[in-house]
């Protein structure tokens, strides 16, 4: 390490990045950082951040699993997983077989006669995904979801697609709020963004899977590359997405 650690100019970034992230940048030891962050009383950036199944705690039970779990970017297993530690009883619960069978078809949709679509609940997806994939979610008209966006004034993700690969790899090392604020886009697109591109995956040589941020990736990639970047064996890769019936990418 060869930086130097200058407080005028680096106590600002304190919790705003990993700790290793800013002794990359400063050229200083993680340790140092971490040291400077506790002595100023600056929470972690992990502490700081809020795990992606509890952000959308409000729509468990509300829609399918799957529909919640396609708008967070999570697999349908880990929001099943969420929603029964927090007592929620299932969108499906006590409607029946024919429920039951509507639960497993390939697009998940509003129970029918279900009425006025409660915009409170999703207007903060409107410009963070195409407008196609929300209408599918909510089973609605895509018009719909057009119709509403340009009401709010919102741009649609397909304008907003530049500025996020400009991003880079600042995803994941910066908070997805910081961002957010920095670049003036939505955070919900920043993030959506992020876990897409895989970024924030933690690239030590000996890694450990997280369930709630790497089974979104599960069949995006290879088997074999998602291993290496996470730092565990390619059969445990295989394996975990053969337990959530995710196919392989394809080659």
Not at 22 to 50: E, F, H
Not at 169 to 186: C, F, K, W
Request: proline share 6%; charged share 25%; net charge positive.
């Amino acid at each position: 390490m060869t930086g130097r650690y200058d407080p005028a100019r680096h106590d600002c970034l304190l919790g705003t990045m990993t700790d290793q992230a800013l002794a990359d940048l400063v050229g200083i030891s993680k340790a140092a950082i971490t040291k400077r962050r506790n002595a100023k009383g600056v929470p972690s950036y992990t502490a700081q951040t809020v795990p992606a199944s509890r952000a959308f705690d409000e729509l468990l039970g509300t829609l399918p699993d799957r529909a919640v779990a396609h708008l967070a970017g999570l697999a349908a297993a880990t929001v099943a997983q969420r929603r029964a530690k927090l007592g929620i009883a299932s969108y499906w619960q006590g409607e029946g077989k024919a429920a039951r069978r509507a639960d497993r078809a390939a697009r998940p949709k509003l129970r029918p006669g279900r009425g006025a679509i409660p915009w409170a609940r999703y207007d903060r997806f409107l410009g963070t995904m195409y407008d196609q994939d929300l209408a599918a979610v909510l089973h609605i008209a895509p018009r719909t979801i057009l119709n509403r966006r340009k009401a709010l004034g919102l741009p649609s993700y397909r304008d907003l697609v530049p500025a996020l690969q400009q991003l880079g790899e600042l995803m994941g090392q910066v908070p997805d709020d910081v961002l957010a604020e920095r670049s003036g886009l939505p955070v919900e697109a920043i993030r959506r963004h992020r876990l897409a591109m895989g970024y924030g995956i933690n690239r030590r040589r000996r890694g450990r899977y997280d369930p709630e941020r790497h089974d979104v990736i599960l069949g995006m990639i290879a088997d074999a590359e998602l291993a290496a970047r996470i730092g565990v064996s390619a059969q445990s890769i295989a394996q975990r997405r053969r337990e959530l019936a995710v196919p392989a990418a394809a080659q």
